[in-house]
């Protein structure tokens, strides 16, 4: 089956700076990659998602990265903020996330220190 | 829009009570069903698959027998943890998707088994 690997576990950055977080997967039938945000003790929140025909999407400050060749997909968040603290999970699926579930990174804790 | 509903949000329970929780999705309809678990700290782990009016495709080591799932409408998916343990404590948390849309997750369910 699927195996995703997420690094850093931990992130601390400086508000204001970027933050990059990075995947990679073993499955090359996977095919939708989305990244979601979870508070503590709330449910995981999508953020921004990729399919494999594109290599780079775009949302504001959030940014996902795509190499289908290499397997890995990062999330790039600029203009860092203190909301922006939180885990953020990357994952990978088959279909575009409808059919198939998702199997998940291990995540990682985001600190934006003020 | 995508609004999906979990209940309840919390449990405590003896050991070996049975326990529901109800996934609901609440503007839409969900071909497709998730649950997962998350223990603390940890990530999501993909439990089982459910599809309206047929039996769950569960995860490798997932025993059938002690989660039941129920997908009765293309609204509604329940979880029954049977004969619950103190091991089974964890956070459950069910998602929805309609065909190749992006999942959408509940608020989750807490449950402690005393």
């Known amino acids: 089956g699927e195996n995703v690997e997420q690094h850093p576990s931990t992130l601390s950055v400086q508000e204001g700076d970027s933050a990059v977080i990075k995947c990679t997967y073993s499955?090359?039938?996977?095919?939708?990659f989305p990244w979601y945000k979870q508070e503590l003790g709330k449910r995981p929140q999508l953020i921004i998602d990729?399919?494999?025909?594109?290599g780079e999407k775009k949302d504001q400050r959030i940014a996902v990265t795509l190499n289908k060749t290499a397997k890995h997909f990062s999330l790039h968040i600029t203009e860092t903020q203190p909301e922006d603290s939180a885990v953020y999970f990357c994952?990978?699926?088959?279909?575009?996330?409808?059919?198939?579930?998702?199997?998940f990174g291990k995540g990682t804790h985001l600190i934006i220190q003020p | 829009g995508a609004v999906v509903s979990q209940h309840p949000s919390w449990v405590i329970c003896k050991s070996g009570t049975s326990v529901k929780i109800e996934c609901r999705s609440l503007d839409f309809q969900a071909t497709t069903m998730f649950w997962y678990r998350q223990f603390p700290k940890q990530s999501l782990m993909l439990m089982a698959t459910s599809n309206e009016g047929s039996k769950a495709t569960y995860e490798q080591g997932v025993e059938k027998d002690k989660f039941l799932i129920n997908h009765a409408s293309l609204t509604l998916s329940t979880l029954t943890v049977t004969s619950a343990h103190p091991e089974d404590s964890s956070f459950y948390i069910c998602?929805?998707?309609?065909?190749?849309?992006?999942?959408?997750f509940g608020d989750g369910t807490r449950l402690s088994i005393l």
């Open positions: 990729i399919r494999s025909n594109v």
């Open positions: 994952a990978a699926s088959k279909s575009g996330g409808g059919a198939d579930g998702l199997t």
């Open positions: 998602s929805a998707s309609d065909n190749n849309q992006p999942q959408h």
């Open positions: 499955d090359s039938a996977s095919n939708y």
